[in-house]
C-alpha cells in the first residue's frame, strides 16, 4: 500500500486543557518551555467521528461549559498565622503563597473527577497554601516543620495525576499545604560512562530532554502527559511511557533517589547493583508522597537515537493481534513502542483521523477485508543496524499472524500527534460526554479474560436502553510475561448526577478486572481512587507492613494522608 499524505492518527486520552486552565501551574518553572496548549480549541470533532458517537453512545450534543474561572468557590485559607510565619522564616516569604490563584492552580489533579468538581466551581479540595522549597536541607526541615505544626504536606509536581494523588484528604482535617517542586528542576551532575545523571524532581520531560539532547544522550521516558508531568511525580506514581516496552518503566530507569521524610533523609539506591538486603529504594517508588517528598533523582539514562522507524501494521482480529504480541515478547523481539489497538479504538481513531490520508487508509482497510480489524503502531530506536536487525526479526512474526503492513505514514502520524489526544477532552466535556480512562495489565493468559470482564462490567455500569458507552481499548506496554490494557470511556454524561454515574462505573470495572487477574493499576498509581482495593492488591498484610513504615517515617502522618493507604 502506497504511503499516504495529511494522516492524523491520535486516538483519545485523559487530560484536559481548558477545563484545567484554573488548576495547571501557571508559573512553569524558569528555563522551561511553556506546554503545547490545545492545538486548536476551536476546531470540532471531523463530522464522522462526531456522527459515530451520537449513533454508538445515543449521545446528543449539547453545551455544558464549565464555570469561569472567577466563579470558582474557594474557602479562606485556614492556615494560622504563626505556621505562616514560620514557614515564611524557612524558605523565604515569596516562597509561601495562600493567594487564590497560587492556591487554585495546585487544586487536585486531571482525573475526571478532578475535572468535574473544578467544571461545577467546586475547589474544596485546593491546599491552604503553596510552598516551594528549594533543597533537600529546606524540604527535610520543612517536614519536620510541618509534623510539628500539624501541616498536611502534598507534593506537587505537574498536577498531572489522574487517581485523586493531589486531593489532600485527610480523616483529621487539618491544614495543608502543596509543595510545589519546581525550583529543584536542574540538572546536577552527568557521568556519561556510567551513563548516570543526577536531577531535581521539579524537572519536566521536554527541558529534561533537551539538556541531555545537547550532550548527545536521551532519557526515553515519554507518557502522554509529557509536557506537564514532572520527572518526581514519575518515581512517586511508577509511570509507565509511551517508549516503556523498549527503554523500561520509570522505576526500572531510577539507579537512586533522595527522600526527605520528616523523620529524616534517606538516600536509597546503589548503581549498578547491590545484594545489601531488601531493595529499600522500592520503597520510595510508588509511594504517592505518602512516606515524604522525593528530592533528588539519580536516572539511567542512553546514547540519543541515530534512527527511528515507526509503521503501521493491520491485524485482522484482537485475538491474532495479542497472539502476535505475545510470540514477540516471549522471544524478545517486543519493539520499544508497541500500541495494539482494539476493534472499537481502531474504528474510533480512524473516523477521527483528519486529512485525505485518512479517507484513503480506511478506504484500503475496507477493500482488505479488515475494516474491523485491530491497527498495531510500532517503533523502534537506536542504532541503524540494530534497530534493521530487530525489525527484520520481528515482520514475520507479525506476517504469521495475519498481520499486514499499513505504512509508515500511520506510524509517523502517530508520532506527530503522540501528545494530542488528552486536548480532545475538553471540548468532549463541553459538549455532555463522560470522557475517562482506566488502565491496568495480566499475564498473557489471563489477558482475554480481563479485556471481557472489564468491558462488560462498563457496559452494564454505563449501558441504558438506547444507549451504549464506547469502549476503546489498546495494549500499550508488553512484558514477557503480559502486558497492559488501557480503556478510553466515553459516554452520554448524567447531567443530574455525573460524579455518581462514574464512580459507580469505575467501582465495577474495578471489582471485575481484579476478579479476572489484573492489576489494580498498572501506570497510573494508587492514589485516593484505588486505594479502598490496596488489600486486594497486596494483601491486608502488606497493607500493615507499608502502615508500619509509614508510622516510622512519618509518625505524625502528615505526607498525603489521602493517598495509598486504606482507612
Ligand atoms: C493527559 C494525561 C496523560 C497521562 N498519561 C500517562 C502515561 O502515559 N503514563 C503514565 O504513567 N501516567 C500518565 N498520566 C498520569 C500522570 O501524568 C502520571 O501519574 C505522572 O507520573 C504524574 O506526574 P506529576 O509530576 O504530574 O505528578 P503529580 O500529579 O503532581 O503528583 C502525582 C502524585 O505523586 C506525588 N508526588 C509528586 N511529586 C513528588 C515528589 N517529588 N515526591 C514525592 N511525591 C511526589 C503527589 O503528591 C501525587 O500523589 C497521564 C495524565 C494525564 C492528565
Known amino acids: 500500500m502506497p504511503e499516504q499524505p495529511e494522516l492524523t492518527i491520535q486516538g483519545w486520552g485523559p487530560g484536559g486543557s481548558r477545563a484545567a486552565t484554573a488548576t495547571a501551574p501557571e508559573d512553569v518553572p524558569e528555563g522551561q518551555p511553556e506546554p503545547a496548549r490545545d492545538p486548536d480549541p476551536a476546531a ?42 514560620a514557614l515564611a522564616a524557612l524558605l523565604g516569604e515569596e516562597h509561601v503563597r495562600t493567594d ?8 487536585g489533579g486531571k482525573s475526571y473527577l478532578d475535572l468535574l468538581r473544578r ?30 505544626l500539624g501541616v498536611v504536606v502534598v507534593p506537587f509536581g505537574g498536577g498531572t495525576s489522574v487517581v485523586g494523588g493531589l486531593s489532600g484528604m485527610d480523616p483529621d482535617d487539618r491544614p495543608s499545604l502543596a509543595v510545589d517542586l519546581s525550583r529543584m528542576a536542574s540538572l546536577t ?14 524537572m519536566r520531560g521536554p527541558v529534561f530532554e533537551e539538556v541531555l539532547g545537547a550532550r548527545g544522550l536521551t532519557f526515553g521516558h515519554l507518557p502522554q502527559s509529557w509536557e506537564y508531568a514532572t520527572l518526581g511525580g514519575y518515581a512517586a506514581t511508577r509511570s509507565a511511557g509511551q517508549s516503556s516496552t523498549g527503554v523500561g518503566r520509570f522505576d526500572e530507569l531510577v539507579a537512586g533517589l533522595t527522600l526527605a521524610t520528616p523523620s529524616g533523609v534517606l538516600e536509597l539506591g546503589h548503581p549498578p547493583a547491590s545484594a545489601a538486603g531488601p531493595d529499600l529504594l522500592g520503597l520510595a517508588l510508588g509511594s504517592e508522597g505518602a512516606l515524604g517528598v522525593i528530592t533528588e533523582l539519580r536516572l539511567r539514562v542512553r546514547p540519543a537515537p541515530q534512527t527511528r522507524v515507526y509503521e503501521g501494521w493491520s491485524f485482522r482480529t484482537w485475538a491474532d493481534g495479542l497472539a502476535g504480541l505475545q510470540r514477540l515478547a516471549r522471544h524478545d523481539l517486543l519493539p520499544d513502542v508497541v500500541r495494539l489497538s482494539d476493534p472499537e479504538e481502531t474504528r474510533a481513531n480512524l473516523l477521527n483521523a483528519g486529512g485525505t490520508g485518512a479517507r484513503l487508509l480506511r478506504g484500503s482497510l475496507r477493500a482488505r477485508g479488515r475494516a474491523d480489524g485491530c491497527l498495531l503502531v510500532v517503533g523502534w530506536e537506536g542504532l541503524p543496524h540494530v534497530v534493521r536487525a530487530r525489525r527484520r526479526a520481528a515482520v514475520p512474526v507479525l506476517r504469521e499472524h495475519r498481520a499486514a503492513r499499513v505504512g509508515r505514514r500511520v506510524g509517523e502520524s502517530w508520532r506527530a500527534h503522540r501528545f494530542a489526544a488528552p486536548y480532545l477532552r475538553d471540548r468532549l466535556m463541553d459538549a455532555g460526554l463522560l470522557v475517562e480512562t482506566l488502565e491496568t495489565a495480566a499475564t498473557w493468559t489471563a489477558l482475554p479474560a480481563v479485556y471481557d470482564a472489564v468491558r462488560t462490567a462498563l457496559r452494564n455500569a454505563l449501558g441504558r436502553p438506547g444507549r451504549q458507552p464506547l469502549l476503546m481499548t489498546h495494549v500499550s506496554h508488553g512484558y514477557a510475561t503480559g502486558a497492559s490494557l488501557y480503556v478510553t470511556v466515553l459516554a452520554d ?75
Open 44 to 85: 470540532a470533532l471531523p463530522k464522522a467521528a462526531r456522527r459515530h458517537l451520537a449513533r454508538e453512545l445515543g449521545w446528543e450534543p449539547r453545551a455544558t461549559p464549565p464555570v469561569a474561572v472567577g466563579e470558582i468557590r474557594l474557602a479562606p485559607s485556614r492556615l494560622p498565622a504563626e505556621a505562616r510565619d
Open 100 to 107: 487564590r490563584e497560587a492556591r487554585l492552580r495546585r487544586a
Open 119 to 148: 467544571r461545577e466551581g467546586d475547589a474544596s479540595d485546593a491546599p491552604d497554601a503553596v510552598v516551594l522549597p528549594g533543597s533537600t536541607e529546606e524540604t527535610a526541615a520543612l517536614l519536620g516543620l510541618c509534623a510539628e
Open 189 to 202: 551532575s552527568v557521568d556519561v560512562a556510567s551513563s548516570l545523571v543526577t536531577v531535581g524532581p521539579g
Open 493 to 567: 454524561r448524567d447531567d443530574d448526577l455525573p460524579l455518581q454515574q462514574w464512580l459507580g462505573a469505575k467501582r465495577a470495572a474495578t471489582e471485575a478486572l481484579l476478579a479476572a487477574g489484573g492489576t489494580l493499576t498498572h501506570h497510573h498509581a494508587v492514589g485516593a481512587d484505588h486505594r479502598p482495593w490496596l488489600a486486594r492488591e497486596v494483601g491486608p498484610l502488606g497493607v500493615e507492613v507499608l502502615r508500619a513504615v509509614k508510622q516510622r517515617l512519618d509518625p505524625q502522618g502528615v505526607c498525603n494522608p489521602g493517598v495509598l493507604l486504606p482507612d
